[in-house]
């Protein structure tokens, strides 16, 4: 199956890590890849490196995503692939104007990863996405949503009949094998710096939506018998880096609470730490939950989208509503003294495996 993926950018988040684990498992399985990306790449974040060679990647490299519209119909007139998927939202909508001319023979296909409505914080803006999506959406031969919570959010946008949409969870769960003991303990050296007994790890991009500071005042709230002997390290960058360390430097936390930036390879943390947080306001799915499930590390998350399906509604993990570092604080103590079964953690991620959710994207490919 010859299949082009379009995507706005190749930066570091969630939803470009899942294109790079399918194309990656597709190409494994005998389909032909290609990778069109709308945007300049930004060298700091760009994921470009992950990309397997086989993949061919064209960058049209508009400084926004509507001044690609004329590339972009140019390649896909001239390829005519079997396959178009496109994520995100207008991404989605400029790939499937851009799909018409071909559109009688190719399949296009659109994902979404986001509770949009989230997003859309004017009239106008929900207006748009709503009117808009319903027009092109209903165009392509199928929609993508990442979780339930993703799913009901467009119909409740848009007014897309529910059989229009398809949940497929992200496929994150890779099956990487644990490091070694000797690379766990220089891990621990490495990356942790100082011997303290509870590790407390979250990883996000540094915006609004992801709440760190609420995170940081759970921090600040916990009893100091576990307060004086923890470190909580954030991974991530983004525009609320400035906010975050005042407030960090304003609660005394400077040698508590790190921020090394964003990583591309975040799994010897989750290997090293104790306990993974969560503190989102919405997550259309939650790739983060299932990469620290995977290695079997505990789980308190904010009770929101994906995450909550993830965990089914606590389940596989402590679940908090939103906003309250009071609640969060509480449930980061418990899920410390409390033993885990890391078994059943791992054994749920498996559910989000690359083969699982890449074999559930060719069969819906062919079904539609």
């Known amino acids: ?123 106008t803006s929900r207006k748009l996405h709503s009117i808009t999506s319903y027009i092109f959406y209903n165009m392509i031969n199928g929609i993508i949503a990442v979780s339930n919570a993703v799913r009901d959010d467009i119909i409740n946008a848009t007014r897309i009949k529910e059989e229009k949409i398809e949940v497929i969870y992200n496929a994150v769960a890779s ?25 407390l790890l979250s990883v996000g991009s540094l915006k609004q939506e992801k709440d760190f500071i609420t995170l940081i005042n759970a921090f600040n709230l916990l009893p100091i018998n576990i307060k004086d002997n923890c470190i909580l390290i954030i991974l991530g960058e983004g525009p609320e880096r400035k906010n975050l360390e005042s407030l960090i430097h304003q609660r005394g936390l400077d040698k508590k609470i790190f921020l090394p930036g964003f990583k591309l390879d975040p799994y010897p943390w989750y290997c090293t730490a104790d306990l993974f947080v969560l503190s989102s306001k919405f997550e259309g799915f939650g790739n983060v939950i299932v990469e620290a499930m995977e290695v079997g590390l505990p789980i308190v998350s904010t009770s929101t989208g994906g995450p909550s399906e993830i965990l089914q509604e606590g389940v596989f993990g402590s679940l908090v509503q939103i906003n309250d570092p009071n609640k969060l604080s509480l449930s980061i103590q418990d899920m410390l003294n409390i033993k885990h079964d890391t078994n059943k953690l791992i054994k749920r991620a498996k559910d989000f495996s690359v083969s699982k959710i890449g074999d559930k994207y060719i069969k819906y490919f062919k079904a539609n």
């Open 1 to 123: 199956m010859r299949i082009c993926i379009v995507l706005p950018s190749l930066m570091g988040g969630g939803a470009e890590i899942l294109y790079i684990n399918l194309i990656k498992y597709w190409i494994s399985k005998g389909h032909s890849l290609d990778l069109i990306v709308l945007t300049d790449l930004d060298d700091e974040t760009s994921i470009r490196d992950r990309l397997p060679s086989e993949c061919d990647v064209v960058e049209i490299g508009a400084k926004r995503i509507a001044t690609s519209i004329f590339s972009l119909i140019k390649i896909l007139f001239q390829k005519k692939y079997e396959i178009v998927l496109t994520a995100m939202w207008p991404a989605t909508i400029v790939t499937v104007i851009c799909s018409l001319p071909v559109i009688h023979k190719t399949k296009v296909f659109v994902s979404e990863h986001t509770i949009v409505s989230n997003y859309q914080n004017s009239f």
């Open 175 to 199: 099956g990487r094998s644990k490091p070694s003991k000797e690379q766990i303990e220089h891990y621990l050296k490495d990356l942790w710096k100082e011997d303290v007994k509870y590790k």
